[in-house]
């Protein structure tokens, strides 16, 4: 992913979902489109957004129930509803789901991208700290504070290893997938592998879990 701010964008009217594209595009966004819940639940976990704009009525699986299961795995990013269910109780439900706004359609281009713009300033001050089993990241500062007391410095290959797993906490990422988010100036996937020893050596040898086959995740760290 590129330094934009990015926005996933769940949509099925397909030319509703070009009209986005092209509109978030020419705001300086960018922005990766899906049609189904099924890609939403895969790109949401797979991949770190700056916000979710997520269609409630979706094939596959309805757009709250994705929210829902991105939350229970660990998925912060905040997300817009867009849904034709716009009466105060579809708007109450929405939000109890784990939603941080809702709009109704049809919508006014420019409220939408003004709800965005508000979305990203209140997320803003806590996109680059983030808990996890274990420990607090501080990114800006690259530190770690673990639950014990001890306060570990980074570098910023560590950090921003660190950063990707901690934002998806029980996700499994492959080295194919950590290099095209993390390494994205490597050409060898055993690179992942050195940062990976790099973080056990600072933070514990049980801070990242190797899944046999698959690749790594981030663990309890003790």
Request: charged letters at 30%; one cysteine or more.
């Amino acid at each position: 992913m590129s330094n934009e701010r990015c926005v996933l964008v769940v949509e099925d009217d397909v030319r509703l979902a070009s009209m986005l594209q092209e509109i978030l595009e020419s705001e300086g966004y960018a922005v990766v489109v899906v049609h189904d819940g099924q890609r939403a639940l895969h790109e949401g976990l797979s991949w770190h957004f700056d916000v979710l704009l997520l269609d409630r009525g979706l094939p596959a699986i309805d757009g709250l129930d994705v929210l829902g299961r991105l939350r229970d795995r660990g998925v912060t990013t905040p997300a817009l509803i867009l849904s034709a269910l716009s009466n105060p109780a579809d708007r109450v439900e929405g939000l109890d789901r784990g939603a941080e706004d809702y709009l109704g359609k049809p919508f006014d281009i420019d409220e939408l991208l003004a709800r965005l713009r508000s979305l990203l300033r209140r997320h803003a001050a806590t996109a680059d700290t983030v808990r996890f089993p274990g420990g607090l990241l501080e990114s800006a500062s690259r530190t770690v504070a673990l639950d014990g007391g001890r306060v570990v410095v980074l570098s910023e290959r560590e950090n921003q290893l660190l950063l990707h797993l901690a934002r998806r906490p029980r996700q499994v990422f492959t080295r194919e997938v950590l290099i095209d988010s993390v390494f994205t100036d490597a050409d060898d996937e055993g690179v992942v592998d050195t940062y990976v020893h790099y973080l056990r050596k600072k933070l514990g040898r049980s801070c990242v879990l190797t899944v046999r086959g698959v690749g790594y995740r981030l663990r309890e760290i003790s």
